[in-house]
């Protein structure tokens, strides 16, 4: 079983940055593509960015490209999410995830992809 513990998370104002972690302990990290999702309250969860299990290929949703960069150090088992300029339309917990496949697929954006879920950071953009 693979446990994902996320942090980093918090309040920051509009325009501001932070640097979410996700470090993974348990099971296989270095081998598996790495995803950042969020879910608003009262909203779906939805894709952020993912990242593949070398780190050459990585893939971000329109929100946040430009933005937000993934990455990840296979050595320390963990995957980070960079999120610069902060809008209050970010605001949501974010959660990791470690997908079913080593590599970036069409499919790398749906929930169904993940197997093993951290319990999720809460980020707060004030205005």
């Known amino acids: 079983q693979v446990q994902l513990v996320e942090s980093g998370g918090g309040l920051v104002q509009a325009g501001g940055s932070l640097r979410l972690s996700c470090a993974a302990s348990r099971g296989t990290f270095s081998t598996y593509a790495m995803g950042w999702f969020r879910q608003a309250p009262g909203k779906e969860r939805e894709f952020v960015a993912a990242?593949?299990?070398?780190?050459?290929?990585?893939y971000y949703a329109d929100s946040v490209k430009g933005r937000f960069t993934i990455s990840r150090e296979n050595a320390k088992n963990t995957v980070y999410l960079q999120m610069n300029s902060l809008k209050p339309e970010d605001t949501a917990v974010y959660y990791c995830?470690?997908?079913?496949?080593?590599?970036?697929?069409?499919?790398?954006?749906?929930?169904?992809?993940?197997?093993?879920w951290g319990q999720g950071t809460q980020v707060t953009v004030s205005s």
């Open positions: 995830a470690r997908s079913r496949r080593s590599t970036i697929v069409e499919s790398t954006t749906m929930t169904y992809e993940y197997d093993y």
């Open positions: 990242i593949s299990w070398s780190g050459g290929v990585t």
